[in-house]
């Protein structure tokens, strides 16, 4: 198995995220599209799409926060035009053995996802997970 595949499976099967997160289906005519995720509020360039941990799943994850929001979220290996903020927490986190920290478009300051890093053996040791509705997909390179 995709060792990609098989740590999104851990990780959304852990009891916090069992509970309060639910893998849906992408819906997004961009899914296997050459292009890029960009601030809905800016433009800047967020991700690509080819970064994205989860591409063979087509899939992305529904997430709620302690305060009732809710996030779909899909997740990159990496991202560019970000700035983070805070240090890491493991308070209510969404993945098991990740601390994260929040993440803004470097150029408006929009709050566009966070970014979860390992406290444990988990790989990958990093990984970013962006909120859709804060990003516009544009195609191309
Ligand atoms: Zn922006």
Known sequence: MNPELAWLKSAVAQPRAAAEAEVVREDAPEAGV????????????VAHETWRLELHLGRSLVFSN??????HLALWA??????FRGHPSEEHTWFEGYAWRTAFCVRCGSHVGWVFEAT???????FVGLSLAALKFITGS
């Open 34 to 45: 050459p292009g890029w995720f960009t601030c809905a509020l800016c433009g800047e360039r």
């Open 66 to 71: 302690p305060h009732g929001l809710v996030f």
């Open 78 to 83: 990496k991202a560019i035009g970000l700035t």
């Open 120 to 126: 444990s053996a988990a790989e990958p040791r990093t």
